[in-house]
């Protein structure tokens, strides 16, 4: 297995800086042990306008097939020939990737104490692989590569035999990859992709291996078109592992999609706690009055947006009219415990057929939203910064626009009445707001007219005559066409 990494400088910056940032010096030929094999490290061409490093890794057919005691690719007991007349020693593999990250571990997390400055840069590259299995070719080859900013991917299919061009080509490509990238960035790119595109791990894929993606693939795999494909070929299409992967890359690429960290976007669920407020009969009124609500809307399909720990799902499936139940939310640890809840995986399959659970930002559209009958938001829009509650109003009213929506939230007024609750204090750390009951109605009253909805309030609680009641909830009929609003015909 053979991989170059080539750079050009200038007496300036000279190309030679490349010893530095892998942590291998020009001069020396350099050998290492690995899990695989003996790898080897040298420089065929190193001045200050052009410097190229190779690494070539010599792997042991013999010494894996017996490291792999008859399981898995590595020794697979029906094909016992195979075992040992094999590419391994030719093809870059995941063995190659292994050995990236024994002869290279430092460049691959970006560190370099000489040149800190020079380790942040993109530098002008050239990858060059000569043999690397594509299973789906040159075409993948290029869907896999050209989005991560390299200008130039070429993948050439290597004929099965030249002599015998009618024979085809073979399964195999030489990669050239060309582009302005920080080193650690190609690294990485490397390690994740050539075994996807061999489509084969030579090693057992335990858990940890999903740790290791998302470390390699920070920064891009979240956003990369073929992200299923990659994540699902990377773990050899554990599915289980893939799903694991999937959810948290969805929720890397939602908190930056609002710039903030994973940590506080995956900050729905207290883990020693229970979220739901105290005292619970208030919690129980205003499921009842949302269950109520919806059976005199006629509400048989129901999306739950911002389902939290799954306390009205509960409550939604208890009730046959409910035929189909959706919860929403953008926490993952909020959805595992609402599974838990209804212990979706001791369900039987027609109970299972009513609900699904699904991780999605409430900020966004979601074309798999549309054409339900209502929409619960409930105890929800206090947690958003006031200045995304446009993007909410129009991901619910303008483009979900079920027929029904209910929208539950504190009433700020009734604080008083709380004698746990020092003055001036919101009920929840994550409140961003706490509207009071004219604030509340001014907003709904501007959605409704914006998005064709007809509004009425019902209070959900004691209604105290002085502060009104602890709960305000707004319950929105549409009166309007989809597709008729302005907003709807200006979008």
Known sequence: MFLTISTTGTPERPATDLGYLLHKHPDKAQTFSTAHGTAHVFYPEATAERCTAALLLEVDPVALVRRGKGKGRGGAPDAALAQYVNDRPYAASSLLSVAMTTVFKSALNGACRALPERAGEALPLRIEVPALPARGGAELVNRLFAPLGWTHVEAVAVPLDERFPEWGDSRYVRLVLEGELRLADALRQLYVLLPVLDDAKHYWVAP???????????????????????????????????????????????????????????????????????????????????????????????????????????ALLKDVRFTEIVGVDVSMRALTVAARRLKLDRMGEQQAGRITLRQGALTYTDKRLKGYDAAVLSEVIEHLDLPRLPALEYAVFGSARPRTVLVTTPNVEYNVRWETLPAGHVRHGDHRFEWTREEFRDWAGQVAGRHGYAVEFVPVGPDDPEVGPPTQMAVFTMTTAPGTTKEEKAA
């Open 208 to 314: 940890d291996e999903v740790d290791k993606l998302l470390r390699a693939g920070e920064g891009w795999l979240a956003r990369h078109p073929e992200q299923r494909l990659i994540t699902s070929r990377y773990l050899s299409r554990r599915r289980g592992l893939t799903r694991q992967a999937m959810e948290r890359l969805e929720l890397v690429r939602l908190a930056e999609s609002d710039d903030l960290e994973v940590e506080s976007v995956d900050n729905a669920v207290d883990e020693t706690t229970d979220t739901e407020e105290k005292p619970v009969p208030l919690a129980e009124r205003r499921r009842d009055a949302i269950l109520e609500a919806l059976r005199a809307a006629g509400a048989s399909r129901v999306l739950d947006l911002g389902c939290g720990q799954g306390q009205l799902l509960q």
